[in-house]
Nanobody, 128 residues
Framework: QVQLVESGGGLVQAGGSLRLACAAS????????MGWFRQAPGKERECVAA???????????YYTDSVKGRFTISRDNAKNTVYLQMNSLKPEDTAVYYC??????????????????WGQGTQVTVSS
């Protein structure tokens, strides 16, 4: 099992930046595929970025179209942490952001049902 704790959310003006972090418990973090999801009021939870567990040529990444070029997902296996760097934030990025993990085959997973472990979420609010 793995426990996930997000941090780094907050209130920021449009155009600003935030870096979210998700710290994982356990000694096998490197064997987990990770994802960042968000959920705005009245909307379904969506995957904004995902990163596979490390392979021979490094981990693979996925971004939903609306965040490409603005968000960057990365992982530091030595620190058991996955990050989401968010730049050029827009009001429509406002949501609760969750990190998630699974131990499936190395890949980027984009559906919430594909993840077994979830953090408690951190609020990101972008003002116009």
């Amino acid at each position: 099992q793995v426990q996930l704790v997000e941090s780094g959310g907050g209130l920021v003006q449009a155009g600003g930046s935030l870096r979210l972090a998700c710290a994982a418990s356990g000694r096998t973090f490197s064997s987990y595929n990770m994802g960042w999801f968000r959920q705005a009021p009245g909307k379904e939870r969506e995957c904004v970025a995902a990163i596979s567990r490390s392979g021979r040529s490094g981990p693979s990444t996925y971004y939903t179209d609306s965040v490409k070029g603005r968000f960057t997902i990365s992982r530091d296996n030595a620190k058991n942490t996955v990050y989401l760097q968010m730049n050029s934030l827009k009001p429509e990025d406002t949501a609760v952001y969750y990190c998630a993990a699974n131990s499936f085959l190395s890949s980027t997973y984009v559906e919430a049902k594909q993840y077994d472990y979830w953090g408690q979420g951190t609020q990101v609010t972008v003002s116009s």
